[in-house]
């Protein structure tokens, strides 16, 4: 067995997965309505740049954190973004399984 190759099946069968399929869907609808694909474009890019400035060891400020938190209370109001918003946990959900299942797995290897 390559393990390897067990990884690429893994990330394959991820991509094919009802919740990727939920979570690809659904940001169509969203991007389908020009409020909702600006709105959800401008959060994102406000996320990505906070966690880029957190990587780099800046800590946000809490009126930052607020904000950001607001904003996506708003978002949230907007069903297409909040349908986009669930699938996205959703799969998030899937994610964080494997990840622990994969982790658990390696401790009786790494941890005698």
Do not use: H, T, W
């Not at 690429?8 to 399929?21: F, M, P, R, T, W």
């Not at 994102?44 to 400035?53: F, G, H, I, S």
């Amino acid at each position: 067995m390559n393990v390897y190759d067990r990884a690429y099946e893994l990330a394959q069968a991820l991509q094919g997965s009802l919740e990727a399929k939920q979570v690809m869907e659904a940001r169509a609808a969203a991007d389908r309505d020009p409020d909702a694909r600006r709105m959800l474009a401008d959060f994102q890019r406000r996320q990505l740049e906070l966690q880029q400035r957190m990587m780099g060891g800046e800590e946000p400020s809490a009126e930052e954190l607020d904000g950001l938190g607001k904003l996506y209370e708003l978002l949230n109001l907007n069903p297409l973004v909040q349908d986009y918003f669930e699938a996205e946990k959703r799969l998030g959900v899937v994610y964080e399984d494997v990840n622990r299942i994969i982790g658990s797995s390696m401790q009786s290897v790494l941890l005698p």
